[in-house]
């Protein structure tokens, strides 16, 4: 039987790799996937707690969670397709100043 | 049996998530990424949310994850364009950091021992879908008017305007 703190590290440690990559990586593309891999690790600390709490309410908060991913996911690579179509070369974010014109 | 595919499913999906960071080129960080949302989908069946587990295989290793590969494909980036991000040392440091901020984390999680015996519907869809419909109506709603916000949105940012 594997206790519930073990799930709950897991998921700090996908958050944290999801954050350094944000963090770091300047590919925007790449920002976007290690955003969706934070959520998911919050996603999992959801389950884990529902499961400890014997409460189905954190599950329903991680089917929210999907939804609001899913919505943020949608205009992320909508954003991203603009600034490529304006800048014609990068998505890099180092290189963006569309705002300073 | 439950602790072998814990392990199995905890070293996957960290290892695919390293990956997904650490990987130059964005279509393999997002065949990483499938990767790891399958392994939370495995971890998700054992902490008995089988719904959510289908929820989260379909919606995120499925439509979530293909919308990222059209948008890579679509955007073409060659190859010289895809230099190596951040020195060496950074990414060290950020190691380092990394641990020690789980490390803090970790202790603050307290020593639970395992869950208590689980109803038997525990996570089904019916118990899901009745909390969603009863307790939890109203967010229930309010994800139908987020959703149209989005599909408008990436509808008309997409949308090329020749200017």
Redesign the interface.
Known sequence: MIPISSYLVLSAVLFVIGALGVLIRRNALIMLMSLELMLNAVNLSFVAYARLLNDVGGQVFVFFNITVAAAEAAVGLAILLTIYHRTKTTVNVDDLHLMQR | M??VL?WVF?IL??GG??M??L?RN?MN??IS?VV??LC?AG??V????A??AV??VL??AG??MV??LF??M??T?RED??QR??QPA??VL??IV?FL??LR??RL????????P??PD??SIE??GS??FS??LL??EL?SV??L???V???I??K?TT?
Do not use: D, K
Not at chain 2, 46 to 49: A, E, R, T, V
Not at chain 2, 109 to 116: G, R
């Open positions: 439950e602790v814990f905890a999906s960290v998530g390293v997904v960071v990987h964005p960080s997002a990424l790891t949302m939370l971890l998700y054992l902490l008995m949310g719904f959510i929820i989260q919606v995120y439509a979530v919308l990222m948008v890579i679509m955007l980036l364009a895809l991000e951040g950074v990414w950020a190691g990394g901020v789980v984390l970790a999680f307290p020593s639970t021992p395992a869950a208590l689980a109803t525990f996570g118990a899901v909390q969603l307790h939890y967010p229930f994800t987020l959703l916000i989005a599909i949105g990436a509808v940012l997409a090329r200017p």
